[in-house]
């Protein structure tokens, strides 16, 4: 139909870091030395963390566990532009989220083996616990950045969901929200191209997951999520946007899932070892390495340290987890409301 | 003291607790020019502005989440549903999150949310506007239920329920919206969640109901020395009151007008089968809606336990 | 951020007839005399339901109703590109919709005077119930299309909705299936600017709703809702486009509710005459008929005729429907299972 | 004859009616190339094809909205939640729609779907993997609730409820899904929606139970002359066999792994204490879930109705 046209968008993509660690300075964002041998050494304790984990479920010391292999420029890259300040509300994932905002390793093995008081965040951390269902978050990110504008609290939400994520009703309804109230929300899809075991294109037909913010009034961006620096400039100035009081960002990292979804299951039932291994080349850790040495930034001899390091704070992490008693059976009731009800107190003393 | 009805007694909890606590704050669909639908928050963002009385998109599971994130944060949002029949979508939010929140992260956060909402039959409304699904609340721990009778103790278990720490769902009859009018104090009162009311002594049989049912089993206990309590919270209950009463009396019958199969009478019935069996002088019997899908306005009447349905249940366990 | 661009969209709007009754002659769909003259015949009747709703309504032989003046070139102008082995999914306020596809108006009345046998659809006819629970038809609508398109039937499914509608996760999660599946369903919002007291910039951010398609990898597009061939045209590409195979299309109207929300409602609470005054311009009815007129095929005389038809044809609806006996008591229980459980017959036998 | 795990028999019954009927089409997450988390429909997208088996989008409102629209057009759909955590967002779908199909459109359309989901505990899962609110669903008239205990029922029952014409819920333990084998038939079997089954018979004491809470009561009845009944649908359940039983043996337990309040065991005990008061000669008691969130691995044990909990019970209703 020849009609008028009323309003047009464009989607944008963000890549400054290649896969060869050349960055396009005109882009480059302000980091230190020290910032970027700090991001490059927390992959590297985050990809310490998560092996072991996968080498403690397969032992039976943890549950199913969901490893974050491939994601970690995209997870440290964000939590990493937050200030303490900042509230985050991640996904189940981001393990390399917390730990970047430093969570205790050892409170993350803990809840990952069955114990909720792995996630007795502790006053000074401002992330939320893990969110099991998927997407449902979205909405409390939302609801908590309303409380933060309306307190005049100067900070930035931040939450994390995956591509899958985008089909959740609750997706919609939060963005909606926020784009109406103009909230300072940071929405960070990683975008790991596999729900399990859907394919991103059979999640969604729109070409770009950054697109759906447009249905919502505000931007959206893509940014090659295993680029650190693009995640980490993407992260920052939307933050500094939803402080300005400018509204709601939202930033899809273009990303891949390396390993299975979980521990429970097995990706080579449906994806091709061919698209896992193209996926290699793209790793974070490597350019970011090849970046750094060409700087002179990394040594052989400092991957040995922070590797050491590394397996040294998860040695300990463990331990502390494996020390902790098991909690006593009364705490099962305990917070359930604040106070117990006459029902739970006859239940816990017994049938 | 004041003589005023439902609507205006809770819109009365909200003022007050608003002026006594910056961070109590409203959202919903239609909550503020528009005063609400029933008009609960009438004058309310005249009063608090828009960033207290927030008018939201029409998305109920995004006002509970969102609620859940400001409590998280630190408010106390009360957020209304237009009805029963559109709590459903947030179900999860309710269940999933703000009932766990506690929980799951040990005590570190909290969520003390409110979601109002009207409930109930009686005012020969469209499908969907006269739910009362109260029973499926109370099967999820970590979530109160309370439901007020009387223009009286609507406000004062309104801002019971506003201070409460934990997540309350607050139902309010629309049949008794402004049906009653009653004394209500506008000094601050509170009604501690969790206890029931004895509304009249009896020694013969045990009427228990709450919300509108209240009235119809008032208007049925008529010659007869009956005991009848208004349960005011359905979650958690308040056990000794029911127990301390049926071990007198020996007869129950409980009222309400869900549908039988799994309303909460059902839970009544079965904690006193449980405690209080060896007092129990005959059947205990539930007079309840049918097990049919909520019907319209046509067949209200038929649906809704009738004062002499109520009556014909009393005889019943009267004749042991 | 200085990015490359990875998509772009434009958002069209489409218009025809203008206020005064001038066509755009390069735009006007295909329509016989007897069409236009058919569609006009739908609105006064559509209206005169309305309007007698209303007076029923006051009368306290209705319950609450809402009307749809002001939304009768939106409704009549798409359900008039339907064909009769198309399927509809409305919401509440399309009793123009369900006029046009030959409901009886009698069991409308019937419906609003709170008795479900209303609602008993005669099989000729697929259109669905009404639905109350706001934008939560649109995956039944998205099921359906799966459904035909599994069996091969070559048919449309057309689902209306509101602006408010919009806003809810099942507009979401529905749209969203229908983009990946790409499946043939017309999506039409009735953009009547307000839900209830919420105006429609309150209700989302983005500057048009048609927009909102394009999350979901298919076409939006704006048209004038007040402009009847505007919405036809717009329908009937659509339904042409989804038999082709050629996936799902979001239409807004763009309309404007003339009357309360419903007759429970007070809008003057809400909005200004002046607004209400400036749609009043707008009469999808009006223009029509001025370009009828010009056209030769309206004249004083033709429009006293339909009237008094319209006005017999409700007369009748109005006794046939306050004429049915009130249901049986039973009958109230007959429709929750195919059969009677036990319990509810023994709650049929009385208590 | 096969012997099978519920899996299996399961898988079964979906592959057979597939077979039988073009119209019985499945839906869900995962449930195409994967076969679905727990591998129930391994090998049918092969067999039937993407247009048969359809892995959805992560939507679990559409699903159930998409399935509710798909039956009214005259398929006969199998959804699949990935976990019964996850079916609270399809609670408005099922309740404000797949209930009433049949009873607002006074009969002209139905809604003949089945949502099949994993529900328990017992796997030492994650959060909202381990749920077990069967009772919600029970509440709601116009959709039934069958929940399996064996292969061989979870076969019979899953036929039945693709062919029923209303919406059923299909709940299946995820404890019990390879923990079992039985000989299952491959030829075409059917067993009845609405009754239950007397798996023991005995005099002295009723046990109530469905699902994996089954073989518990079986493990805790040891020398007990105890009546053990499977009720596998519990809406509408098979109230004849209940009271048939309970007015024989005159005491009653039930056993579900829900927590306490408001469980189904709730309307078990209520429907008793209605229909049977006269017969009973001790309280009726619940062995179940605590009131609590529904707990992580490490307690799970614990929270759990373990066998000295049922024995317990057991004896002190002997005690009369
Ligand atoms: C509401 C809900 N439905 C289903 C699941 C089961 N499930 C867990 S993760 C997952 C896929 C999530 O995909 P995505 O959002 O892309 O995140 P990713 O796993 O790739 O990090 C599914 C279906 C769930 N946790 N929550
Ligand atoms: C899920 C849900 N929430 C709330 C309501 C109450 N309600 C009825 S209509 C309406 C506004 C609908 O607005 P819109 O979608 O724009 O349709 P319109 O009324 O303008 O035709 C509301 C909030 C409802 N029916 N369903
Ligand atoms: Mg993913
Ligand atoms: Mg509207």
Redesign the interface.
């Known amino acids: ?15 400054i870091l290649d896969e060869k660690g050349i960055a396009d300075e ?2 480059m964002p302000s980091l230190s030395d020290e910032d970027i041998k700090r991001m490059y050494e927390l992959i590297v304790l985050s990809r310490t963390f998560d092996q072991r984990a996968l080498n403690l479920q397969r032992e039976g010391r943890l ?2 566990y969901p490893s974050l292999l491939g994601q970690e420029a995209s997870q440290i890259g964000s939590a990493f532009a937050c200030e303490k300040s900042d ?1 985050v ?1 991640p996904s189940f994932r981001e393990m390399g989220v917390y730990i970047t905002l430093g969570y205790p390793p050892h409170m993350l093995y803990q ?1 990952w ?5 792995g ?5 000074n951390v401002t992330i ?3 969110c ?5 978050q ?11 504008k ?2 005049g609290d100067k900070i930035g939400i931040v939450t994390y969901f995956g591509d ?2 985008t ?8 963005f ?2 926020a ?4 909230l300072p929300v940071v929405f960070i899809c990683q975008n790991n191209q596999w ?4 394919p991103r294109e ?7 997951l950054a ?2 913010a ?5 931007e959206g ?2 940014v090659d999520g295993n680029d650190i620096f693009s995640v980490y ?2 992260t920052k ?1 939307a933050l500094e946007k939803a402080k300005r009081g400018d509204g709601p960002t939202f930033i899809e990292c273009f990303t891949y899932r390396m390993s299975d979804h979980t521990t ?2 097995d990706a080579t ?2 994806r091709s070892k061919e698209e896992v291994d193209a996926w290699k080349q793209k790793d974070p850790i490597l350019r970011l390495r090849l970046f750094m040495e060409k700087k002179g930034l990394w040594t052989e001899q400092y991957q040995k340290d922070i590797e050491e390091q590394s397996t040294l704070i998860i040695d300990e992490a463990v331990k502390e987890a494996e020390s902790i008693k ?2 006593h ?1 009364e ?8 106070k117990l ?4 107190i006859k ?1 816990m003393k017994g ?1 | 003291m004041p003589k005023v009805n439902m609507v205006q007694a809770i819109n009365l909890a909200l003022k007050e607790e608003m002026q006594r606590d910056k961070s109590v ?1 409203i959202l919903g669909e239609d909550v503020g020019k528009d005063g609400g639908v029933f008009r609960i928050t009438e004058g309310l963002i005249e009063q608090f502005g828009t ?2 009385v ?1 008018d ?2 029409l ?1 109920e ?2 006002i ?12 106390k ?1 009360v957020a209304e549903i237009q009805f029963m029949g559109f709590i459903y ?1 947030t179900i ?2 309710l269940f ?2 703000a009932a766990r929140i ?9 969520c003390p949310i409110v979601v109002r909402t009207p409930y109930g039959a009686g005012i020969k409304a469209l499908e969907l506007h006269s739910e009362s699904t109260e029973a499926l609340f109370c099967h999820m ?2 979530i ?1 239920v309370v439901v007020p009778s009387s223009p009286y103790n609507a406000k004062g278990l309104l801002i019971s329920s506003i201070r409460d ?2 997540p309350v769902i607050f139902l309010e009859s629309t049949r008794l919206y402004r049906l009653i009018k009653e004394d209500v104090s506008e000094e601050e009162y509170t009604l501690p969640l ?1 206890s029931a009311r004895i509304v009249q002594e009896g020694k013969d049989v045990t009427l228990i109901a709450w919300g509108s049912m209240l009235h119809r089993v008032l208007q049925s206990v008529e010659g007869v020395d009956a005991e009848v309590i208004d349960l005011m919270t359905l979650s ?1 209950f308040d ?2 009151t029911v127990y301390k009463s049926v071990k007198k009396t020996g007869r129950v019958v409980i009222v309400h007008e869900a549908p039988k199969t799994c309303g909460f009478g059902a839970e009544l019935s079965a904690s006193i089968a449980e405690e209080a069996m060896l007092y129990l002088k005959a059947p205990i019997l539930r007079v309840t809606g049918y097990d049919v899908v909520m019907p319209l306005p046509k067949f209200e009447d038929y649906y809704m336990p009738s004062v002499e349905r109520i009556r014909k249940a009393i005889e019943e366990v009267m004749k042991y």
């Open positions: 139909m020849p009609e008028k046209t009323i309003e047009s968008f464009t989607v944008q993509r963000l890549d005109s882009l549950g199913a509230w509300f809840y083996a069955g114990d909720e008081r996630l007795k965040i502790s006053d939320f616990p893990l099991v269902p998927v997407g449902t979205i909405p409390h990110a939302v609801g908590a950045a309303i409380a933060a309306y307190r899958g994520g089909s959740k009703g609750d997706f919609h309804e939060g909606n929200m784009g109406v109230f103009r729900a399990i075991s859907v059979k999640q969604t037909a729109s070409k770009t697109q759906k447009f249905a919502y009034g505000f961006v893509q400039k993407a100035d429970s299951d039932k449906y098991p909690p059976p705490e099962m009731f305990a917070y359930t409301y604040e009800t006459p029902r739970q239940q049938f | 704050v960033e207290r927030m939201t998109p998305s599971s995004g509970v989440g969102a609620a859940v994130g400001m409590a998280i944060y630190g408010l949002p979508p999860d939010q999933s999150h506690r929980s799951r992260s040990r005590g570190r956060f909290t721990p970590g109160k720490p934990d969790g958690p056990e000794e």
